[in-house]
């Protein structure tokens, strides 16, 4: 194990890298320049990739899932590699073909993005000022698609981006931690190579994203990829997923589906830090992470059948849980540990008509907590969803998750757990298609408690296609923390806000 504090307070943070500097006006000027009539030909002539689909897991809530994705939701990912789709289980003859000639494109995005907090009260002598502009960030995702002559594909996606809120509110009120964590970042994404070894094995090999599950709305098998939630509410769920590095092995037989992985990075969820307006405590804990690889690798298995009009899949894995337990080293001091976990899971999924009915179920073993001391603990996992799609373009799903931790004690209810014996949660979600799909409306609703007395979270939304592949969204994001103890959303409760994105897609290919 290595451990990684975290920096501390930085009274007058150093100024943005130059790099930075230069790129994030570069991005704007072509945003600007992205309107119509602003393009090259030989650029606008290329399709324009999908507008991003709304989604919002838990608190941080998304909605999409499937081995891969879900079919109709696709994410930011999915849509920069348009005619590269990974759909495990469909076998494409001509894909297979050695006369297929090579080829690559280039796909991005150009965004800008802002919120602005309307809720937050006025902060107390030498706390950060949260009130108005929370952010104005410019982002830019390039990848790059490669066919390498039969079935062989790799793709490599980079994502850069620079917020320009912090230097207009000033520097130096933030803490060192937000400014690392908030202001700009540049990092790889998905890159890998893959291909098929024979007629029905597959294989997948470098950084990717494995969605597993049949819930939309809910994560409760879907834990191989860790996730982003440094602005719980905000981000689709599509875009929350971080990419790890893994060896993939795909085995198909019939209507089933094999897949054996191995998970070569140890890397966790990115969440909020000291001095944001999301995380919930005064002070911070160091965290030990596990080295990359070696004992430390995490593996993971499925099977998955799809059948007329319903299909199945059974997961297992064994993994680090995502989720820190706090463990004392003694005169006071603390860090935060993962522990090693394991997970079975199945998941069902039966359409009837216009409904769409969702089973998940799942059993974690090995859980650890601060106030259970060496004990480790087992949850059982549950998820039951209805969607419905019979009104023209709308659809409309309701999803009731339980988590309930066995052989709980009354102490784990202490900080620094503060966890309780069951969890429920619930999600209503609308979608709605309007002016030829021109816009689109969406409502996310996420309550907590049977009656919603452990807080809730709603997000209402709407997108507008000002152009082709030019797309404009606002909306707002309301918190509610209830009396219960969820750590985020205490933190949340004086962060409602409204928000806009404007997104230009662009699609640049190559023979």
């Known amino acids: 194990m290595k451990l990684k504090p975290r920096a501390g307070l930085v009274e007058n943070p150093n100024p943005a890298p130059m790099t930075m500097r230069f790129l994030a006006p570069l991005i704007l000027l072509v945003l600007l320049l992205a309107a119509p009539g602003g393009l090259p030909d030989a650029w606008a002539a290329g399709p324009p990739l999908l507008a991003q689909a709304e989604s919002d897991d838990d608190l941080a809530s998304g909605f999409d899932d499937g081995e891969e994705q879900n079919e109709g939701q696709k994410s930011d990912d999915d849509d920069l590699s348009s005619g590269f789709e990974d759909e495990p289980g469909v076998k494409d003859a001509e894909a297979k073909t ?37 952010k104005l960030r410019a982002a830019l995702r390039l990848e790059l698609s490669l066919k390498l002559g039969g079935s062989w594909k790799s793709k490599i996606t980079g994502q850069a981006f620079h917020d320009f809120a912090y230097g207009l509110n000033g520097r130096e009120q933030y803490t060192g931690q937000v400014l690392e964590s908030r202001e700009q970042e ?49 981000t689709d769920l599509a875009d ?16 089933w589906t094999v897949s054996a992985i191995a998970i070569h990075e140890i890397r966790f969820d990115k969440a909020p830090v000291l001095g944001s ?35 199945l899949a059974y997961y297992r894995a064994r993994v680090f849980d ?16 993962h522990a090693r976990i394991s997970m079975n899971g199945l998941g069902v999924n039966v359409a009837l008509g216009n409904w769409l009915l969702k089973l998940e179920g799942a059993r974690f073993t090995g859980l650890r907590f601060f106030q259970g001391g060496a004990r480790r603990f087992t949850r059982y996992d549950g998820v039951l969803g209805l969607e419905y799609s019979g009104i023209g373009d709308t659809t409309l799903s309701l999803e009731a998750a339980n988590r309930h931790l066995a052989g709980f ?13 069951n969890v429920n949660q619930y999600v209503f979600t609308y979608r709605g298609s309007f002016l030829r799909e021109k816009l689109d409306l969406v409502a996310v609703l996420i309550y907590f408690g049977r009656k919603a007395e452990q807080g809730s979270l709603q997000r209402y939304s709407a997108t507008y296609e ?14 509610t923390r209830g009396d219960g103890e969820n ?9 409602d806000r409204v928000f806009f994105d404007l997104k230009w897609s662009f699609y640049i290919p190559f023979s």
Not at 104 to 132: C, I, K, M
Not at 191 to 201: D, K, P
Not at 244 to 255: D, K, N
Request: glycine fraction near 10%; aromatic fraction near 12%; hydrophobic fraction near 40%.
């Open 409 to 421: 004690d009354k102490a784990l209810e202490a900080a620094p757990d503060g966890q309780v014996e």
């Open 277 to 311: 307006d999301f995380y919930p405590l005064k002070t911070e804990t160091a965290e030990a992470i596990p080295d990359d690889g070696g004992e430390n690798t995490e593996y993971a298995f499925s099977l998955s059948g799809e059948f007329s009009g319903w299909d």
């Open 186 to 234: 540049a990092e790889l994404r998905e890159a890998f190579v893959e291909g098929s070894l024979t007629e029905n094995v597959d294989l997948k090999l470098g950084r990717q994203i494995v969605v597993w599950g049949k819930s939309d709305n809910i994560r409760i098998t879907d834990i191989l990829n860790p996730l982003d939630f440094r602005e719980p509410g905000l």
């Open 322 to 337: 995502d989720a820190a337990y706090f463990a004392s080293l003694g005169g006071g001091a603390f860090e935060r540990r």
């Open 466 to 479: 000002l152009a082709e592949a030019l797309d404009l969204t606002g909306g707002v994001v309301l918190y």
């Open 487 to 495: 750590f985020l959303l205490a933190a949340a409760k004086d962060n």
């Open 240 to 255: 929350l997923r971080l990419p790890l590095t893994m060896s993939r092995l795909g085995v198909f037989f019939g209507p």
């Open 98 to 134: 050695a006369t297929e000639p090579s080829f690559w494109q280039v796909n991005g995005f150009l965004r800008l993005d802002g919120s602005y907090n309307y809720a937050r009260p006025a902060p107390a002598a030498g706390e950060t000022d949260h009130r108005g502009l929370s």
